[in-house]
Each structure stands twice: as C-alpha cells, then as structure tokens.
C-alpha cells in the first residue's frame, strides 16, 4: 500500500527566508512522487514531480525537491520565500500503472510573513 | 502547455436542480480524467475516474447515480450532479493526464457548487 504523510499542517516563514515542507512516504513500488500548490478557490498546479531520474529535482518558481529513498522522504524546499507563495500544499504519491490514481498528503499550509 | 479549462466556476442553484460541469484539456489528449470533491480546509476526495469511450470507476461510497460522469472525447468530461441537495454544495475540482506512465495529473480551477 501507498501512504504520503506530510508532517506539518502549517508553516510560517518570514518573507525571504527559506522554506521546508516535509513529506514522507511509503510505497511498495518505485514510487512517482509530486508537489501541487492551492491557492484559495483555485485548482491545483503542479509545482515538481520526480518520476526515477534526478534525485534533486528542480520545479517552478524557485522550488525544488529531493527524493531520499533511505529516509523516503521527498521535501519541497525554496531559498527565500515570497508573499505570493502563502498557499496549500500537497505532497502527492501516485498508484502503480493502471489506475495512475493519486494518494494526497493532508496539505500544509504555508504562511509568508511580511 | 497542459492546460484543464473547468466550467462553470461558481453555481448556485435551487435544490432538486441538476448541475452539469464540464472539464476540457485544451492542448493536450485526455485519456484520463479525475473528479474531485474537497471540503473546506481538506484534502481532496477522489470521487471518480475515467476513460475516454469507457464508463467511469467510481470510488467506494460515491452515489453513480446521483454524479454523472461522462468522457464521450480525448478532451471533454463532464460531471452531472442529479437532483442536487444542499449537501452536495462543495468544491468539485477535475484533473486530467495523457498517455505515458509518468504524466501527471494537471487540474482545472474547480467549480463551487452552492444549492440553496
């Protein structure tokens, strides 16, 4: 079975401070592993994703993340954070082929203070 | 690229009302679609999947009768919410993903369902 347990609820970080968002997994198989950010009334856009190539993957707007198999864990971090990255975010494990259903974290939610 | 256009944004409507929303992958071949329910400061509740040409999956506990879905085309489903009641207002959000085994899901902006 496949579980993603993203270990903070809220996060608070000073405007250009770094950010940490911890997630860690668990899967049977070589796991496809994403990071989606929320913003308020919106959908979903996808921030990164590590499908078995790069451990240290790099996404959009200054994220990135790295796959560590021995901790499995898969955190999104980001050098300085900015106001426009206050939002949710869900760190994400996909099923094996076939299904290619999702298993969503419990979010967190980060906080960029002025 | 990989843009999900989701449509309506926001409805509200009188209850016992059908809604119908639809999703659409504008530039990019859909072979599979999701549907989503989230409730307020929540994760999101995988509601359905489906194929193109095939009948949809339901998850365990989703009404099929009640959340019509249909993927009739490469870049077109849609969810029908039959006979609406003030419980099903929610947040519906649909994703769709091309062929390959590492596509991810890209997902529309979701609709906010209100039934009064």
């Known amino acids: 079975a496949q579980s993603v347990t993203q270990l903070d609820s809220h996060v608070s970080v000073s405007e250009g401070t770094p950010v940490l968002l911890r997630c860690n997994y668990s899967s049977s198989y070589s796991p496809s592993l994403f990071w989606y950010v929320q913003h308020p009334n919106k959908g979903l856009q996808l921030l990164l994703k590590?499908?078995?190539?790069?451990?240290l993957v790099k996404g959009i707007n200054g994220f990135e993340a790295e796959f560590k198999k021995s901790e499995t864990s898969f955190h999104l971090t980001k050098p300085s954070a900015h106001m426009s990255d206050a939002a949710e975010y869900f760190c994400v494990v996909s099923a094996p082929s076939g299904t290619y259903k999702y298993i969503f974290g419990t979010g967190t939610r980060l906080k960029v203070l002025a | 690229g990989a843009v999900v256009s989701q449509h309506p944004s926001w409805v509200i409507c009188k209850s016992g009302t059908s809604v119908k929303i639809e999703c659409r992958s504008l530039?990019?071949?859909?072979?599979?679609m999701f549907w989503y329910r989230q409730f307020p400061k929540q994760s999101l509740m995988l509601m359905a999947t489906?194929?193109?040409?095939?009948?949809?999956?339901?998850e365990q506990g989703v009404e099929k009768d009640k959340f019509l879905i249909n993927h009739a085309s490469l870049t077109l489903s849609t969810l029908t919410v039959t006979s609406a009641h003030p419980e099903d207002s929610s947040f519906y959000i649909c994703?769709?993903?091309?062929?390959?085994?590492?596509?991810?899901?890209?997902f529309g902006d979701g609709t906010r369902l209100s039934i009064l």
């Open positions: 590590y499908t078995s190539a790069a451990t």
């Open positions: 530039d990019f071949q859909a072979t599979t």
């Open positions: 994703s769709a993903r091309g062929r390959g085994s590492n596509q991810p899901q890209h």
């Open positions: 489906s194929n193109e040409g095939s009948k949809a999956t339901y």
